[in-house]
């Protein structure tokens, strides 16, 4: 029986925040076309594939994945200050049931 060992490099492995990236790819020309047929006088663009058709033909591929880094550090931001929010909260709600329930014990004791 043979032992086989399993080097793993450090190029090879990725952040949290890059799976997060990556992850995101696929949203953002969803919201691209979103927004530009919603934006766009009526007759534009025929459909979700003709938008996208002819916002890669008239500024390139890059196009897809713009304002990508300003809709990651908005959801930062959103995320970021809701789970900062929850936080606090459920802390006063421990503390707070935490003391009520010796001000009970006390009460019972006496």
Not at 11 to 30: E, M, V, Y
Not at 55 to 70: F, H, I, P
Not at 87 to 105: A, C, I, P, S
């Amino acid at each position: 029986m043979t032992d086989k060992l399993c080097v793993v490099t450090q190029t090879s492995r990725l952040s949290k925040r890059d799976l997060h990236r990556i992850r995101g790819l696929p949203a953002n020309p969803l919201s691209l076309a979103q927004t530009r047929l919603q934006s766009a006088p009526t007759g534009t663009y025929s459909g979700f594939l003709d938008c996208c058709t002819k916002s890669v033909q008239a500024e390139g591929w890059g196009v897809m994945v713009k304002g990508m880094y300003l809709a990651q550090a908005r959801a930062f931001l959103v995320h970021g200050s809701i789970f900062f929010l929850y936080e606090h909260v459920l802390e006063g709600v421990l503390q707070f049931r935490d003391k009520d329930d010796m001000e009970t014990k006390v009460y019972h004791l006496s």
